[in-house]
């Protein structure tokens, strides 16, 4: 069968797909909390170790079988199922991360969920979406080879040690039914790279700069103050989780109380020393957009006349009461953050619009046969 990649819906938007789940992978990975006292020891039937302790008998089986098995075919190249393999592991431990969490807060079984109004689950979507990134992952390492690119040494390097970083996430388990050795996944994850070293050529010759981005975004609309305060509520919530005022007795009192804060800190004392000495005073820090509602509009107003360095209070509020210093009147996060999303969202839709073209190049041929036995969310990954 063939497909037509151009008229795909991809939730992929850049070739840096595997790199990008990883990295959702690694801020998501569960931390098992601290157990004091004996624990229990494992049953060895049930609980599988690292990737060093998987069966080698039948880690080269599902190896060998996986590499028989043709996945795609791109051009006049068979792209094999082992490759995918390491699309199809890395995609579903981004989608056992969001799975964890919608089932412990909303008790929804996230795989069967219905995932756009086509009526397609999130299996099928994120199935039809590690298809297309191993086409574009075929199509640019062809073009790489063609260029005559390689990997340098240090590149090669790097891929070994990303290659034990994964290694050291991956279970017994999921490596047996993966069929993942440490040749195969160095021999993958280089032809990504390869890939990936393509497309940093081609979006370079696309015309989009940081700078040409910075010249369509006015640093004026970006004008942002980064404060530190510290804070005494004024009120609290009552049972139904309704905002109330403290009494006029609990309001004055609070006042005071920053008002001693406040004369601390014109007496030499920090806010993190201040808020120290109390456990019910509140210390952080706040940015806000000078034309944003980032804070309370008596915060902002008295925040914005402050001097780097200087402080004021106690300023009230309707939540409660602070003292503000200014850090920096010329704060750029949210400028800087802007320009690069910005710069990223261009990179990749000019990416988009030269691989369409690219794409048309290629005969592409999907072996569905195949696909039909892939379940995403139960084919290597384990949800624990």
């Not at 000078?290 to 200087?310: H, Q, R």
């Amino acid at each position: 069968m063939h497909r037509n990649c151009r008229n795909q819906k991809s939730v992929i938007k850049s070739v840096l797909v595997l790199l990008c789940v990883l990295a959702c992978f690694f801020t998501a990975c569960k931390k098992e909390p601290k157990q004091e006292g004996p624990q229990p020891t494992p049953t060895p039937e049930v609980v599988f170790e690292g990737f060093a302790d998987a069966d080698p008998a039948l880690v080269k089986e599902r190896a060998e079988e996986y590499a028989k098995l043709i996945a795609v075919t791109v051009g006049d190249t068979d792209i094999s199922m082992q490759k995918a393999m390491f699309l199809i592991y890395s995609m579903e431990v981004q989608g056992n991360s969001y799975a964890a969490y919608y089932e412990s807060q909303y008790g929804l079984d996230y795989w069967d969920m219905e995932y756009d109004e086509e009526g397609r689950t999130t299996r099928e979507v994120f199935k039809e979406e590690t298809i297309e990134a191993l086409i574009q992952y075929a199509v640019l390492y062809d073009c790489a080879v063609k260029n005559g690119m390689e990997l340098t040494y240090d590149e090669t390097k790097e891929n070994a040690d990303f290659v034990e970083e994964i290694k050291g996430l991956m279970s017994a388990e999921e490596a047996e039914r993966g069929g993942f050795t440490t040749d195969n996944l160095r021999e993958t994850c280089a032809w990504m790279m390869l890939g990936e070293k393509y497309y940093g050529k081609m979006t370079d010759t696309l015309g989009v700069t940081e700078e040409s981005v910075r010249k369509t975004i006015d640093k004026a609309d970006y004008r942002e103050y980064e404060t530190e305060y510290l804070y005494l509520p004024t009120t609290y919530y009552d049972e139904d989780y309704n905002i109330c005022q403290e009494s006029p007795e609990v309001i004055e009192s609070r006042k005071a109380q920053m008002q001693d804060c406040y004369d601390q800190v014109l007496g030499g004392a920090t806010f993190e020393a201040v808020a120290a000495t109390d456990e019910t005073i509140v210390y952080n820090t706040r940015t806000f957009l000078a034309e944003g509602n980032g804070a309370e509009a008596p915060y902002m107003d008295a925040a914005v006349k402050l001097k780097v360095g200087e402080v004021c209070g106690p300023v009230e509020t309707e939540y409660g009461v602070y003292i503000i210093r200014m850090l920096d009147d010329k704060c750029t996060k949210t400028y800087e953050a802007t320009v690069a999303a910005e710069y990223e969202m261009q990179r990749n839709e000019a990416f988009q619009a030269a691989y369409e073209v690219l794409l048309e190049q290629y005969e592409v041929t999907v072996n569905e046969e195949v696909w039909e036995d892939i379940l995403m969310g139960a084919t290597v990954s384990i949800l624990e």
